[in-house]
């Protein structure tokens, strides 16, 4: 069974960073692209970032473009995402979502999501 | 980027009826790069179907998705009880990925 728990969520200040992780198990993860996708409670869905199974490929949403950054180690089956410089637009539940193929594609499985929440 | 829009974005039908979701692209979708994804409260979303028209595993015959170009769409046969929820559609045709605002199908 598929599974990812996301963490690293919690309350920060406006222009400061935060890292979240994925830990995912009961796949090969080093054979799926991997995104992250975010909703602000009660609103619709946001695609944030993905990365191809080899890190060759990755993309972003614009309005994160430049201050997110994502990255995986396919060692210890974790995907993480990097942000910096976060605004009140930033509060969102973020997931983890494992793609259907190697590239990024379609969102296939999802974690919980790890709520993030911008400020002061 | 490529904008979705879908409509109605509220649908109240009632147990047995016939669901039909529009989801309308700002340009082409090439090669039917769409899929649809289901979300009931406190859940993550589910995939239903990819290419507008391959169904994900465990989804039910009574799900059909269709459409090519700019126009597609996804039709429950017959609503469930467990199909009320908020649908979207997504398009992976170019970067970034984007989704439509979504339509919740409530009970009438």
């Known amino acids: 069974e598929v599974q990812l728990v996301e963490s690293g969520g919690g309350l920060v200040q406006p222009g400061r960073s935060l890292r979240l992780s994925c830990a995912a198990s009961?796949?090969?993860?080093?054979?799926?692209?991997m995104h992250w996708v975010r909703q602000v409670p009660g609103k619709g869905l946001e695609w944030v970032s993905g990365?191809?199974?080899?890190?060759?490929?990755?993309g972003y949403a614009d309005s994160v473009k430049g201050r997110f950054t994502v990255s995986r180690d396919n060692a210890k089956n974790s995907l993480y995402l990097h942000m910096n410089s976060l605004r009140a637009e930033d509060t969102a539940l973020y997931y983890c979502?494992?793609?259907?193929?190697?590239?990024?594609?379609?969102?296939?499985?999802w974690g919980q999501g790890t709520l993030v929440t911008v400020s002061s | 980027e490529i904008v979705l829009t879908q409509s109605p974005g509220t649908l109240s039908l009632s147990p047995g009826e016939r669901a039909t979701l529009s989801c309308r692209a700002s340009r082409i979708v090439t090669s039917s790069y769409l899929a649809w994804y289901q979300q009931k409260p406190g859940q993550p979303p589910r995939l239903l179907f990819y290419?507008?028209?391959s169904r994900a595993s465990g989804i039910p015959d009574r799900f059909s998705g269709s459409g090519s170009g700019t126009d597609f769409t996804l039709t429950i046969s017959r609503v469930e009880p467990e199909d009320f929820a908020v649908y979207y559609c997504?398009?992976?045709?170019?970067?970034?990925?984007?989704f439509g605002q979504g339509t919740k199908v409530e009970i009438k």
């Open positions: 290419g507008a028209s």
């Open positions: 979502v494992k793609d259907l193929w190697g590239e990024m594609v379609v969102f296939d499985s």
């Open positions: 997504q398009q992976f045709s170019s970067l970034p990925r984007t």
């Open positions: 009961g796949f090969t993860f080093d054979q799926y692209a």
């Open positions: 990365i191809s199974w080899n890190s060759d490929n990755v």
